[in-house]
Nanobody
Framework: VQLQACGGGLVQAGGSLRLSCVAS????????VEWYRQAPGKQREWVAGITSGGNTAYADSVKGRFSISRDNSKNTVYLEMSSLRPDDTAVYYC?????????WGQGTLVTVSS
């Protein structure tokens, strides 16, 4: 299983970005997917998750600003980010799991300028 995260970039505060996490196979059809982020000098933190059934959950810090969704036909999970703030600056990672293993994407950098 390989995950490819993309969509990061430089955006001004208040702006929006959409991240994508594409799987090499149809693993997303049967498993949940989560997004994490790691800011410079900080530990990796959970951002949002979506179950195989489409239920979603968000960290308090992003609730109301970020939205996670999935398109199983494209083996892709999205993270729509709006009202971005400088403290959202981080490398964003997607993760899924199967057969007792965790699978991580390589990360995509989001930089929010003030």
């Amino acid at each position: 299983v390989q995950l490819q995260a993309c969509g990061g970039g430089l955006v001004q505060a208040g702006g929006s970005l959409r991240l994508s996490c594409v799987a090499s196979g149809s693993i997303f059809s049967h498993n949940g997917v989560e997004w994490y982020r790691q800011a410079p000098g900080k530990q990796r933190e959970w951002v949002a998750g979506i179950t195989s059934g489409g239920n979603t959950a968000y960290a308090d810090s992003v609730k109301g600003r970020f939205s996670i969704s999935r398109d199983n036909s494209k083996n892709t999970v999205y993270l729509e980010m709006s009202s971005l703030r400088p403290d959202d600056t981080a490398v964003y990672y997607c993760k899924t799991w199967a057969t007792g293993n965790d699978y991580w994407g390589q990360g995509t950098l989001v930089t929010v300028s003030s």
